[in-house]
């Protein structure tokens, strides 16, 4: 009995099944009747209960195609077909891992011995059977088979256990980013739409720039903690109706720095480019943005588009403090920021999938 630790994760099992050797699929195959007598009462008297014994070799092929057995006793003096012809038609047939042969034959000279090798027997048995020896042989051949059996099942369900651990971390790390992301709104006057639209924006406009689709979805998680440093500006500037002062302002504009030193240090990419996201969604690309003041293309692509989808989602809904601009106005004012505050081969595309945009737009207004 071949067994394995049961290596349970929780809820997923890595073994569903271990195999008893005495339920393995025992193939017989030999042209007079009574010797596939001898085997089967050999074998049944053992304790195996599966065995299927074929007079007729062809019929014994096709049964191998489409039911893999786990060891097959092979007659070599067959009418029809010799065991060397069944054994070699086996082998085109590739079943993983495929089952042993075992070869009986009255004639052990070398050279009926390389050529059963040679056209993949495993092992040998010599007529007139030893009853000992056809068992030992048998388990030995069936212990193999087994064992290889379990650990090729046990490995394609380690790479199952892989995939659906590596999707419950994805999930949990999303779900944490979407949790930041309420926790910033609530401290900021904006809205949950605004941050989930500023993402699909972002996703559409970095696909268009030719951004790979996986890069482009993590934008779309990424982009809506784009303001997640307003955590730490107080209320009274945060929250404050009137226009800030100068020293206030300075503050308000520490959130980029704040949203960076949250996220940086994370191991997750996605974080991390979340973090790069906060740090330069208000760089212009004329060098007259801040916290650094970076120019071109010195600022990182991801903060680029970002600061489009977010000025363009700014302008175009209303809050309680101010009206929705319209559409037309909007489009106008990014286009006459090209080259200033965004990147004109941002605005380009902006403007070709502006539709694309609109749409988004009214399937995620507040
Ligand atoms: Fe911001
Ligand atoms: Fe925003």
Known sequence: MLEKDNVKGEGVSVISDFYDIKEADVMVIDDEKINLEIIEELLIDEGFSNINCFINPQKAVE??????????????????????????????????????????????????????LESGARDFLRKPFDDQEVIYRVRNLLEMHLAHKENIDYSNNLEHVVEQRTQELLDTQNEMVESLGLAAEYRDNETATHTIRVGLYAQALAKHLGVNDREAHQLKLAAPLHDIGKIGIPDNVLLKAGKLDDEEWVLMKKHAEFGHNILKNSKSLLLKNAGIIALTHHEKWDGSGYPAGLKGSDIHLYGRITAIADVFDALTMSRPYKKAWPIEDAIQLINDESGKHFDPSIVEVFNQIIDALLKIREDNSD
């Not at 065991?83 to 009986?104: A, D, N, R, W």
């Open 63 to 116: 049964h191998y195609r489409h039911t893999p057995p786990d060891l097959v006793l092979l007659d070599l003096n067959m009418p029809v077909m010799s065991g060397f012809e069944v054994s070699k038609q086996f082998q085109e047939i590739s079943h993983t891992p495929p089952p042993p042969v075992l070869v009986l034959t009255a004639l052990a000279d070398k050279a009926t011995r390389l050529k059963s």
